[in-house]
């Protein structure tokens, strides 16, 4: 008989696991004892490498996190450049593990990484305010449209989306034909990658105008 040698358990491959089972799970489905299974080792093995299931989720935020930075990369250009690039980073990992968004929005930022992306995000304003309160302001307009974008992205106008055409214009009466057109807009004639980048640049237009122009 032929005996293959079993992976070793590490901090970082439980995470993974965890992470893949939420894709396809979702985030309420997953239990120490469901991903044990998973691994092929019993639930009480995984506590050698994370503490509680708490634990278990910051090791996950810490790889969505590490996600976030690989995509961001090192970009060149100025802050606007780089607020981009975070912006489109963030949105492209929260598109590519849809059911885990709510680790990333709902959980404090307490993974290591976590922290690294909080300084990565502070250094974008290095040199272009002189008040860290600024840099909190405009952080905080950024990401929450960010956030915001991505929750509605994922959530409603998906559904809207999934219904097909539902009323038409003929179906109410006159005075409420626009909300109909707005719907049509927002969900057909407007792409999810137009209405990120156009609103990404009324944002920082924004943020320039607001809190970077002397």
Request: proline share 4%; net charge negative.
């Amino acid at each position: 008989m032929i005996v293959t040698a079993r992976t070793p358990l590490t901090r970082d491959r439980v995470a993974e696991a965890a992470l893949a089972f939420i894709d396809e799970h979702g985030l309420d489905g997953l239990s120490m004892r469901k991903l044990g299974a998973t691994l092929g080792v019993e639930a009480m093995s995984l506590y050698n490498h994370v503490e509680s299931k708490d634990d278990l989720l910051i090791a996950v935020t810490d790889r969505l996190y590490a996600d976030i930075l690989v995509s961001y990369g090192e970009p060149d250009g100025d802050w606007r450049a780089k607020a981009r690039a975070m912006c489109r980073a963030y949105v492209q990992v929260a598109d590519a593990h849809p059911n885990a968004i709510s680790i990333l929005v709902d959980r404090p930022v307490d993974a290591p990484t976590g922290i690294d992306f909080i300084s990565r995000i502070v250094s974008i304003f290095e040199g272009e305010i002189d008040d860290m309160r600024t840099g909190v302001l405009a952080f905080s307009v950024a990401s929450n449209w960010v956030i915001g974008t991505i929750i509605q992205e994922h959530g409603l106008l998906e559904r809207l989306r999934a219904r097909g055409e539902g009323l038409t214009e003929a179906d109410v009466p006159e005075e409420y034909r626009p909300l109909v057109q707005f719907r049509d807009a927002v969900v057909r004639d407007v792409s999810p990658a137009d209405r990120f980048e156009r609103g990404l640049d009324a944002i920082l237009d924004g943020i320039e105008a607001r809190f970077l122009t002397p």
